[in-house]
């Protein structure tokens, strides 16, 4: 309808966009209101007095493999899907990767709402649990990651054996009074380390709450026996990494050739020629019963050994993002558990 000017006397048609705007056509998908479903799944992370969605997104690709923007967009798709808990480490990519999830926590405004996990003692400037380098390795996490404090602060005892186990905690207390970490986590310790750990936490230091073993269906011998008790009676949550043994678990190398796998020497061989295909094989039999890929049945299978709390899963392509988080909702069944591990042997 055409309305006239006062003055001119002429139509001057007025439009009006909200009006005008064309209805969404009845086929359109319908868009997702509120936070996503994993939102509401949720574990307890041993004592630290958090819950996470039950996987944690690892960033070691974050500045080496995968560029700042593609990073972000990995970050984004996982909060969206409900994932609340980060890791990263002052060694991943120079610290590149502290860098991007600082970025990231301080374009998006939230750092509240993720539980932010650092390990430290790799980067060469301030190496090792050396009194010194610790406080300076964490201070320079804290400037890179543009936060103030850590939720999870692991001790890579893999980069450093000969500082004194008491040296390390007393600084690790300090670190934690003055609120720069919440809670400690560790790497690399032995049993008898958690226990002496556990007797000096009794003398007021801070208990290690958080476990990383690199651990997974192919290397699930390497969990040391002594460890997985000692963690299990002291009631440390254990976040395995290597969860997809780079890649290979999630099906995507299934080449022969020695250059295209990640694996360690002479296991490229053992593990892909023997053990190795026959577990993809399992993991493509369970998948496509379950209607899930490979990626998500090797992450169920963490979840349903005992301890273990949240494996740390680098993700280096949006779309793992999905394959990933789908293995939270995946449940095994007993044939599928004892299919995988008998393949795996």
Not at 17 to 44: D, E, K, M, N, Y
Not at 92 to 100: K, N
Not at 303 to 323: D, G, S, Y
């Amino acid at each position: 309808m055409a309305y006239f000017d006062v003055e001119s006397r002429l139509p001057t048609p007025v439009t009006d966009a909200p009006a005008r705007a064309l209805a969404p056509h009845p086929s359109t998908p319908i868009p997702v209101q509120g936070p996503g479903v994993g939102a509401s799944v949720r574990v307890r992370f041993g004592e630290t007095g958090t819950e996470i969605f039950p996987l944690i997104l690892g960033g070691a690709e974050f500045g080496w493999n995968v560029d700042l923007e593609s990073s972000h967009a990995i970050l984004d798709e996982f909060v969206e899907r409900g994932g609340n808990a980060v890791h990263t480490a002052d060694s991943f990519a120079g610290g590149r990767s502290e860098h991007i999830i600082g970025q990231w926590l301080h374009s998006r405004g939230v750092r509240d709402d993720v539980v932010l996990c650092v390990r430290v003692g790799g980067n060469p400037d301030h190496p090792g649990l050396g009194p010194v380098n610790l406080v300076r390795a964490v201070e320079s996490s804290l400037t890179r990651l543009r936060t103030d404090r850590i939720d999870v602060l692991y001790l890579d005892a893999t980069a450093d054996s000969a500082t004194a186990l008491e040296d390390t905690l007393a600084t690790a207390e300090w670190l934690v009074e003055t609120g720069k970490a919440r809670a400690i986590g560790a790497i690399g310790y032995t049993a008898a380390q958690l226990v002496e750990a556990r007797i000096f936490a009794s003398a007021g230091f801070p208990r290690i709450m958080v476990l990383d073993v690199p651990f997974n269906v192919l290397r699930r011998h390497e969990f040391d026996p002594d460890l997985r008790l000692v963690a299990g009676a002291q009631g440390v949550a254990v976040t395995p990494s290597h969860a997809l043994e780079h890649g290979f678990l999630a099906g995507r190398h299934r080449t022969r050739t020695r250059g295209a796998l990640s694996f360690r020497g002479a296991q490229l061989a053992a593990n892909l020629n023997r053990r190795g295909s026959r577990t993809l094989r399992a993991l493509d039999g369970v998948g496509s019963e379950l209607g899930v890929p490979d990626a998500a049945v090797a992450v169920a299978w963490l979840l349903a050994q005992r301890l273990v709390t949240a494996p740390i899963v680098n993700a280096f392509a949006l779309q793992h993002v999905e394959e990933l988080m789908q293995g939270v909702g995946v449940r095994l069944s007993r044939a599928h558990l004892a299919d995988i591990a008998r393949a795996a042997e």
